[in-house]
C-alpha cells in the first residue's frame, strides 16, 4: 500500500512541544505542502478511538543493522568483544538488510535516523551497495544521514594488528588476522568512495532521503593523516562528520596514553571539532572535555541502552546539559528490548539522568528536545505520530492527569498507531505502508539461514570468534593494548 497523504487528522490530545507547551484537548491538524498549515480547537471532544499527537521521533546515532545482538550470541558482551560478532552471519542482500531496520525504526515512531555504515554487507560493490540503503530509506519512508565508514588502523583492537595477533592464542591468529585486519588505504583513496557515492545518490536522486556523511569510525581506528583530510573534506563541502568517541572505559585509557593533550583538543587542533561534527557516545567523556565540545558546537549522540547492554557506562547526560552541549538520542541498534523502540529509550534516558530527589538534571523539555528533531506547529515539517491513546490510558480515574506524565511512565512503540514524515502516512493501524515487513523480514531470514546450511566454514568462525572474546577479556582488562597504541 502507497503512502496516503492527509489533509487534516484529528487527535484527542496533542503535544505539539512535549515538556514546552501544555497538552491540548481536541484538535485538528491541517497540512499542505507536507508542513503543518493550521491547528484548530475542536468544539465537541473528537468521536472514536482516542489519539494523542505528539512530534515524531529521532534517532542520531545507528548502524541499520538487523539482526540483533542476542540471536548472533553476543549477549553479555563488552563491545570490544562484541564488535566480531556481527560478521558470524554471511553477507546479505543491502536492501532487504537496510529495508527490515528502517521499517522497524519506522513502525516505532522514527522518521529521521543515522547510519553510519559500518557493516557492509560485501556483495556489491560498495557504491551499489550504498545506493540500495538509500533506496531503502526512500521505499519505507524514512530520511537517513548516510556516513560513509572511514577507517585505516587497528582491525582487531587499540593498538596495531600485531600486538593484538600475540595476545590470542595461537591456533585462531591467522583465521583472525585474515578476515579482521584492517586493510591500510589511502585517505585520498577513501574520500573519493564518499565522491563517488555522492554522485551515485544524486544521479538516483536519494538526496531527500539520504543525507551524505564523512564516517570515521573513531580516533583509535583512524590515522592523524586520516582524519585530517577528513577535516578539511568536510570543510570544503560542507558535509557533516559522524563518530565514535570514548565509548568505553578501554578507549579512554588508550585516548589518554596515544593523546595526552587531550583527545577532544586534538580533534580541535586538527579543524574536526565543530558544528558539522556529531560525537556518538562520549561515555566516558570528562568536565573538560565536554565544555569545549560546547563551546565549538559540535552534537553528542548519547546510546543510553547499547552502553548498557554492551557495559560500557551511563553517559554523563546530565552533565552535558550543565556545560551547554547539544545532545541527541541515538539506540545504536541496541535499543534496551532489541527492538528498535524509541518511545521505551527516551523513557529510559529520562529516567536515568532527569536527577535524584528533589534535584532536577533533565526537564521533560530537554528530554523532548533530546528526543525528536521538532514541534507541532504551523509552518513546520508535518512529522509527528499519533498514539492510540485508549491502550495507554487504560485506566483512567481522573480526567486532569497530565498526558505527558501518562507517556513517560508507560508509552512504548507499541502505542505508535500512525506515523507521518513529510505530510505523508507511512505507518497506519502500526504497520509500515511503504513496503511488506513481514515479508521482507521472512525473505532476509530464509537466505541468511540457507547461506548458513550451505556454509559449514562459518560454524568454525562462530567458534573462532568465540575464542577471541574470551582471549580479549585480559587484554583489555590488563591494559595490555596500551604498549602498542600509538
Avoid: K
Amino acid at each position: 500500500m502507497s503512502a496516503a497523504v492527509p489533509t487534516a487528522i484529528d487527535c484527542a490530545w496533542l503535544l505539539r512541544e512535549p515538556g514546552a507547551a501544555p497538552a491540548q484537548r481536541d484538535r485538528r491538524i491541517h497540512f499542505e505542502g507536507g508542513r503543518v498549515a493550521a491547528i484548530e480547537a475542536l468544539p465537541d471532544p473528537v468521536p472514536g478511538r482516542r489519539r494523542l499527537a505528539l512530534p515524531a521521533l529521532a534517532n542520531a546515532h545507528d548502524h541499520a543493522r538487523t539482526v540483533r545482538s542476542a540471536t548472533l550470541g553476543a549477549f553479555g558482551q563488552p563491545l570490544e568483544s562484541w564488535l566480531p560478532f556481527l560478521g558470524v552471519v554471511p553477507g546479505m542482500d543491502p536492501y532487504l538488510c537496510a529495508a527490515t531496520s528502517f521499517a522497524r525504526s519506522l513502525r516505532n515512531g522514527v522518521v529521521d535516523l543515522m547510519v553510519h555504515y559500518t557493516r557492509v554487507q560485501g556483495g556489491l560493490p560498495y557504491v551499489d551497495e550504498a545506493a540500495a540503503v538509500g533506496r531503502a530509506a526512500r521505499d519505507v519512508g524514512v530520511r537517513i544521514g548516510f556516513a560513509v565508514a572511514l577507517r585505516d588502523r587497528h582491525g582487531l583492537g587499540y593498538a596495531d594488528d600485531a600486538t593484538v595477533l600475540a595476545a590470542l592464542r595461537p591456533a585462531i591468529r591467522d583465521d583472525i588476522a585474515r578476515r579482521l585486519s584492517a586493510p591500510s588505504v589511502p585517505p585520498a583513496l577513501q574520500l573519493a568512495l564518499v565522491e563517488e557515492v555522492a554522485q551515485r545518490f544524486a544521479a538516483e536522486g536519494l538526496g531527500a532521503h539520504a543525507d551524505l556523511q564523512y564516517g570515521p569510525t573513531g580516533v583509535q581506528w583512524c590515522s592523524t593523516p586520516l582524519l585530517e583530510a577528513i577535516a578539511q573534506a568536510s570543510a570544503d563541502t560542507g558535509r557533516r562528520v559522524h563518530m565514535h568517541l570514548l565509548e568505553t572505559q578501554y578507549q579512554r585509557a588508550w585516548a589518554d596514553a596515544a593523546h595526552p593533550g587531550g583527545i577532544v583538543r586534538f580533534l580541535d587542533d586538527i579543524g574536526l571539532l565543530g558544528p558539522r561534527l556529531t560525537l556518538a557516545h562520549c561515555t566516558w567523556a570528562r568536565p573538560e572535555e565536554l565544555a569545549l565540545i560546547a563551546e565549538r558546537g559540535a552534537t553528542i549522540a548519547v546510546n543510553t541502552s547499547s552502553n548498557l547492554g554492551l557495559q560500557s557506562g551511563i553517559a554523563p547526560l546530565a552533565q552535558m546539559l550543565a556545560s551547554g552541549c547539544r545532545v541527541a538520542m541515538g539506540l545504536d541498534g541496541m535499543a534496551f528490548d532489541e527492538d528498535d523502540d524509541a518511545l521505551r529509550e527516551a523513557r529510559l534516558a529520562y529516567a536515568l539522568h532527569r536527577g535524584w530527589g528533589y534535584d532536577t538534571t533533565m526537564t521533560p523539555a530537554q528530554l523532548w528536545r533530546f528526543a525528536s528533531r521538532g514541534r507541532i506547529a504551523p509552518g513546520e515539517p508535518a512529522d509527528l505520530l499519533l498514539l492510540d491513546w485508549d491502550t495507554l490510558d487504560d485506566d483512567a480515574l481522573f480526567d486532569d492527569v497530565d498526558p505527558l506524565d501518562l507517556l513517560l511512565a508507560r508509552g512504548t512503540g507499541r502505542h505508535v498507531h500512525t506515523v507521518i514524515a513529510g505530510g505523508r502516512t507511512v505507518v497506519e493501524a502500526g504497520r509500515v505502508l511503504g513496503v511488506d515487513e513481514v515479508a521482507l523480514q521472512v525473505e532476509l531470514r530464509a537466505r541468511m539461514r540457507a547461506a548458513l546450511a550451505a556454509d559449514t566454514a562459518h560454524a568454525g568462525w562462530r567458534r573462532t570468534v568465540q575464542a577471541f572474546a574470551e582471549d580479549m577479556a585480559p587484554f583489555c582488562r590488563d591494559g595490555r593494548f596500551l604498549g602498542g597504541c600509538c
